[in-house]
């Protein structure tokens, strides 16, 4: 199950997918390195597919849930430190 994001949100990329889409109303396809490691970015919106609108320094672009994680993550906490 690909994981979810809010809209508005900040996401980090984990990892560099082959290729990257532009998120404008006609998609095109652009190297990765258009983007990279680490770079942080806002969810724009959800898209068919798996796909989100995520706007980066260079741009928006549509990236797959696999390739970002979510940067506003609360801390776990662990049941044997609260009690």
Not at 37 to 61: H, N, S
Request: hydrophobic share 40%; glycine share 8%.
């Amino acid at each position: 199950m690909s994981e979810e994001f809010i809209v508005g949100s900040k996401v980090r990329v984990v990892a560099l997918p082959p290729y990257i889409k532009t998120a404008d109303p006609m998609p095109m396809l652009r190297p990765p390195d258009v983007i990279h490691l680490g770079e942080e970015g806002i969810v724009l919106d959800r898209r068919p597919g798996g796909y989100w609108g995520v706007r980066f320094t260079k741009g928006a672009f549509l990236i797959d849930s696999q390739y970002i994680e979510s940067v506003d993550k609360l801390p776990e906490i662990n049941d044997a430190e609260t009690l």
